[in-house]
């Protein structure tokens, strides 16, 4: 044996005797956990994106380091910049760390802002069951677990002995983590195999009731009408109906995990950052009784005193009747299969007068293939910018525009609306012919809805980075009220934040968005008349992109990403919409037609329309 590697052994032996009686003082030998040396039964995460992820999505690494966490536990947050330290040394030998969040009442939207506010490259996952922690034997936050090339336990216990719930050390005696993976990576036997973690202690969830007193006709029915009938119901994009007692029956134990995890109702949003109108979550006791009553029984109740689902308008337009529906000219041709390029469609009408509107939406014929959909206007022969000109955009779970109290958008004169479509495939061969429709306003308008677009198009993001920062920030020029903010990446936004940089020099966050998904791009609203910048604020968007192989949507880790139209590209623009606090246009519009009244002429019944082209494929 050579000198050593002999007197390595030596070392271990002696420091495991002496570790001995504090071992089976602590209960040890006691516990029915794995012990060290033997491989854990599979087990899988969630990762940010709600998807269940397992080891074997990493590839082959020397060494697996699972830190069990959770957003409230103190000794986690002091412990987190050492790790992030560690991470970055040991990451080019081959260590791959993974943050699990085991607290109960932690969101996926908390644990994936615990990365981002810590400046943290590597994944952090949920482990909504317990399953992860149970299977290595994992019983406190923050105890590691490092698993060795072959999935085998090699070292479980602390990070170190320099925070503990009783107090602080000046610094660690022994850095336990940091030799663990030097032995790992040297493929030497653990100086020290297990040592004992004193943080705090993992709440594994409760069984699920068998039964429960709950009906859907008194609990129920009154929390389905109110989170969930407005997107679930005939005539929508989601994929099923929940407007009465079988419907939702049927879909019992969907409905209890999408709303135990906060997948549904969808909302992106950090709590800490922001009031917002259209904020959907539910309250906890809300995501309680759905769970219970769902795994419980599913008891009817009497169904005759269920409250009716909510009544909506006899229409599919939201905004209510358009006093105006431009439709494409051509239907466009969809595959049953494959990737489809982004489509470009200029409307049919050009618009010979500022017309003012309080109401827009986008309406595809066929709302099966349409993802989502971006609404510009376009002066004739300037060409089509859909990012300077932004009107507004058709996203899953969005919200259309719907402006009253003196408040309009304006198309301006010698404009066509022209809209950017992603189709994607269903499995047959479609078709889609997309309209917009428009309410004009019918009150005196003060102000124009105006708005900042914080672009960076400057990028290139890396092979494999997991953590690449693209910024783009703008001055105000006049003190303004903010009406709402709005982020747009592709397949590799990881997350997006809005921050507001205050003259005096003071900093507030906005918008804190840990987890964007490009599958549920919404806007954020702010109550009328709330937020409020003085002119000199710098308004900053802040992203994040994941080009690594563990982003599943990732179209290409091997490479290099800028800036460009397709999804396989990237973007990065924050939308800020604001009013002027200064601007009082005082207009009177003719609610027929949306232009100023004092600018129309009686000789002109109709505003001239002509055909233009129909569709284009491609940036125009």
Same mark, same amino acid.
């Given at each position: 044996?050579?000198?050593?590697? @002999?007197?390595?052994?030596?070392?271990?032996?002696?420091?495991?005797?002496?570790?001995?009686?504090?071992?089976?003082?602590?209960?040890?030998?006691?516990?029915?956990?794995?012990?060290?040396?033997?491989?854990?039964?599979?087990?899988?995460?969630?990762?940010?994106?709600?998807?269940?992820?397992?080891?074997?999505?990493?590839?082959?690494?020397?060494?697996?380091?699972?830190?069990?966490?959770? &957003?409230?536990?103190?000794?986690?947050? @002091?412990?987190?910049?050492?790790?992030?330290?560690?991470?970055?040394?040991?990451?080019?030998?081959?260590?791959?760390?993974?943050?699990?969040?085991? #607290?109960?009442?932690?969101?996926? +939207?908390?644990?994936?802002?615990?990365?981002?506010?810590?400046?943290?490259?590597?994944?952090?996952?949920?482990?909504?069951?317990? *399953?992860?922690?149970?299977?290595?034997?994992?019983?406190?936050?923050?105890?590691? &677990?490092?698993?060795?090339?072959?999935?085998?336990?090699?070292?479980?216990?602390?990070?170190?002995?320099?925070?503990?719930?009783?107090?602080?050390?000046?610094?660690?005696?022994?850095?336990?983590?940091?030799?663990?993976?030097?032995?790992?990576?040297?493929?030497?036997?653990?100086?020290?195999?297990?040592?004992?973690?004193?943080?705090?202690?993992?709440?594994?969830?409760?069984?699920?009731?068998?039964?429960?007193?709950?009906?859907?006709?008194?609990?129920?029915?009154?929390?389905?009408?109110?989170?969930?009938?407005?997107?679930?119901?005939?005539? +929508?994009?989601?994929?099923?109906?929940?407007?009465?007692?079988?419907?939702?029956?049927?879909?019992?134990?969907?409905?209890?995990?999408?709303?135990?995890?906060?997948?549904?109702?969808?909302?992106?949003?950090?709590? *800490?950052?922001?009031?917002?109108?259209?904020?959907? @979550?539910?309250?906890?006791?809300?995501?309680?009784?759905?769970?219970?009553?769902?795994?419980?029984?599913?008891?009817? #109740?009497?169904?005759?005193?269920?409250?009716?689902?909510?009544?909506?308008?006899?229409?599919?337009?939201? $905004?209510?009747?358009?006093?105006?529906?431009?439709?494409?000219?051509?239907?466009?041709?969809?595959?049953? +299969?494959?990737?489809?390029?982004?489509?470009?469609?200029?409307?049919?009408?050009?618009?010979?007068?500022?017309?003012?509107? %309080?109401?827009?939406?986008?309406?595809?014929?066929?709302?099966?293939? &349409?993802?989502?959909?971006?609404?510009?206007?376009?002066?004739?022969?300037?060409?089509?910018?859909?990012?300077?000109?932004?009107?507004?955009?058709?996203?899953?779970?969005?919200?259309?525009?719907?402006?009253?109290? #003196?408040?309009?958008?304006?198309?301006?004169?010698?404009?066509?609306?022209a809209l950017e479509i992603h189709y994607v495939t269903?499995?047959?061969?479609?078709?889609? %012919?997309?309209?917009?429709?428009?309410?004009?306003?019918?009150?005196?308008?003060?102000?124009?809805?105006?708005?900042?677009?914080?672009?960076?198009?400057?990028?290139?993001?890396?092979?494999?980075?997991?953590?690449?920062?693209?910024?783009?920030?703008?001055?105000?020029?006049?003190?303004?009220?903010?009406?709402?903010l709005f982020s747009h990446m592709h397949l590799r936004?990881?997350?997006?934040?809005?921050?507001?940089?205050?003259?005096?020099?003071?900093?507030?966050?906005?918008?804190?968005?840990?987890?964007?998904?490009?599958?549920?791009?919404?806007?954020?609203?702010?109550?009328?008349?709330v937020a409020h910048f003085p002119k000199g604020t710098?308004?900053?968007?802040?992203?994040?992109?994941?080009?690594?192989?563990?982003?599943?949507?990732?179209?290409?880790?091997?490479?290099?990403? @800028?800036?460009?139209?397709?999804?396989?590209?990237?973007?990065?623009?924050?939308?800020?919409?604001?009013?002027? *606090?200064?601007?009082?246009?005082?207009?009177?519009?003719?609610?027929?037609?949306?232009?100023? $009244?004092?600018?129309?002429?009686?000789?002109?019944?109709?505003?001239?329309?002509?055909?233009?082209?129909?569709?284009?494929?491609?940036?125009?």
């Amino acid at each position: 044996m050579p000198t050593d590697l @002999r007197q390595h052994v030596l070392t271990k032996v002696m420091v495991g005797l002496m570790a001995a009686p504090l071992a089976l003082a602590n209960g040890f030998a006691a516990e029915s956990k794995m012990p060290i040396g033997s491989q854990p039964p599979a087990f899988s995460f969630a990762d940010i994106r709600y998807l269940p992820r397992t080891l074997d999505d990493f590839g082959h690494p020397k060494a697996f380091v699972l830190v069990f966490t959770t &957003v409230g536990c103190p000794i986690v947050q @002091r412990y987190l910049p050492r790790l992030k330290e560690l991470a970055k040394q040991f990451h080019d030998q081959g260590v791959q760390f993974l943050a699990v969040d085991e #607290g109960p009442d932690d969101s996926m +939207t908390e644990v994936a802002y615990q990365a981002v506010e810590n400046g943290i490259d590597f994944p952090f996952v949920k482990d909504f069951d317990g *399953d992860c922690a149970r299977a290595v034997g994992a019983d406190r936050t923050p105890q590691v &677990v490092v698993l060795d090339g072959a999935r085998r336990i090699f070292y479980r216990g602390r990070i170190d002995d320099q925070y503990r719930l009783s107090g602080v050390r000046p610094s660690a005696s022994r850095d336990d983590l940091r030799e663990a993976l030097e032995d790992v990576v040297a493929g030497l036997p653990a100086r020290l195999a297990e040592t004992m973690a004193d943080g705090c202690l993992i709440s594994f969830p409760a069984p699920k009731p068998a039964h429960s007193a709950l009906t859907y006709a008194k609990d129920i029915a009154p929390l389905i009408n109110q989170h969930c009938v407005a997107c679930h119901r005939a005539g +929508t994009a989601a994929p099923f109906a929940l407007t009465n007692y079988e419907k939702v029956a049927s879909k019992a134990a969907t409905i209890a995990e999408v709303v135990e995890q906060q997948r549904m109702p969808p909302w992106f949003a950090h709590p *800490d950052f922001g009031k917002f109108v259209n904020d959907r @979550r539910m309250t906890a006791q809300e995501r309680a009784a759905i769970v219970e009553w769902a795994c419980g029984g599913k008891a009817a #109740g009497d169904l005759a005193q269920a409250p009716k689902p909510p009544e909506f308008q006899d229409t599919q337009w939201n $905004i209510g009747q358009p006093d105006m529906v431009i439709t494409a000219a051509t239907p466009e041709q969809i595959p049953a +299969t494959g990737y489809i390029p982004y489509c470009y469609v200029i409307l049919p009408y050009v618009f010979l007068h500022d017309t003012w509107v %309080q109401g827009i939406q986008i309406m595809p014929g066929n709302a099966r293939v &349409v993802h989502h959909a971006n609404l510009a206007y376009a002066s004739l022969g300037n060409g089509f910018d859909i990012d300077r000109n932004f009107l507004t955009g058709k996203v899953p779970g969005g919200i259309d525009v719907d402006l009253g109290s #003196g408040v309009a958008m304006m198309i301006p004169k010698g404009s066509v609306l022209a809209l950017e479509i992603h189709y994607v495939t269903t499995g047959k061969e479609e078709t889609d %012919q997309i309209s917009v429709g428009l309410r004009y306003a019918r009150e005196i308008i003060h102000k124009r809805v105006r708005y900042k677009e914080l672009h960076n198009n400057k990028f290139s993001i890396p092979p494999g980075a997991p953590f690449y920062p693209v910024a783009a920030q703008k001055q105000l020029e006049c003190d303004a009220t903010g009406v709402g903010l709005f982020s747009h990446m592709h397949l590799r936004g990881k997350d997006s934040t809005f921050f507001a940089h205050y003259p005096d020099g003071k900093t507030a966050t906005l918008l804190a968005l840990p987890n964007y998904s490009f599958d549920w791009q919404l806007s954020y609203v702010w109550p009328r008349g709330v937020a409020h910048f003085p002119k000199g604020t710098k308004i900053e968007c802040s992203s994040h992109f994941d080009n690594s192989p563990f982003n599943p949507f990732n179209p290409n880790p091997k490479a290099t990403v @800028r800036e460009g139209p397709q999804t396989k590209d990237e973007m990065m623009i924050g939308f800020f919409f604001y009013t002027d *606090d200064s601007e009082d246009l005082n207009l009177r519009i003719n609610p027929k037609t949306g232009r100023i $009244i004092e600018e129309e002429k009686p000789a002109r019944k109709n505003p001239a329309a002509m055909p233009i082209a129909g569709s284009l494929r491609g940036r125009l």
